[in-house]
């Protein structure tokens, strides 16, 4: 049985139980909190564990990394949307040490997919586009000026309203350990 058919029996069990009525909740957080993190498995309940979060509470936007690499990418208008649409107020950006893209090569990462398929005329069309994939594809030294980075690029936003707190900080994915790299 594929992993995909577990899950659909099991949420067919889920929902003829009302299994979901303890997480029913509106779309707008609690808490008045966006969370960027990043896409670790070690984090999925950990990390609302380590912050007293429950369902309902905030928004998250995972990423590899918690990295916000573009100013108008996909991960800047998921907050920008919590922020006008959902009511938002606060932002906080979370990596976490021993994290998977310290590690990323690019070079390794482009061999590994030519290995699993991708052509080298595939690579060539990006490089001609104006991406520069081994820059794109880069992982960080340091997951705390990473974070950093990432804060201040939402912080300097040009679309992000007055008053918005924007905030930094780094998990220990074995403890649940939060330390603050960049307070407003």
Not at 6 to 15: D, P
Not at 24 to 32: A, R, Y
Not at 100 to 119: L, W
Request: proline letters at 4%.
């Amino acid at each position: 049985m594929s992993v995909l058919n577990e899950i659909l029996a099991f949420n067919h069990k889920f929902v003829e139980n009302k299994e979901y009525e303890p997480f029913q909740t509106t779309k707008f957080p609690d808490k008045g909190l966006v969370i960027v993190s990043c896409m670790d498995t070690r984090l999925t309940e950990l990390l609302p564990h380590a912050m007293n979060i429950k369902n309902g509470d905030v928004k998250v936007v995972k990423s590899a990394g918690a990295i916000i690499s573009h100013p108008f990418g996909s991960i800047m208008r998921s907050i920008l949307v919590a922020i006008y649409e959902l009511k938002a107020e606060e932002v906080l950006v979370i990596g976490h040490y021993d994290c998977g893209m310290s590690n990323v090569n690019p070079d390794k990462f482009i061999t590994s997919m030519k290995e699993r398929g991708v052509q080298d005329e595939t690579l060539d069309t990006l490089k001609y586009s104006g991406l520069n994939l081994k820059e794109w594809l880069k992982g960080f030294d340091s997951v705390e000026d990473s974070v950093r980075n990432s804060v201040e690029l939402v912080r300097n936003h040009p679309l992000l309203p007055e008053g918005i707190s924007v905030h930094g900080l780094v998990i220990d994915p074995s403890t649940g350990k939060l330390d603050v790299v960049d307070r407003e």
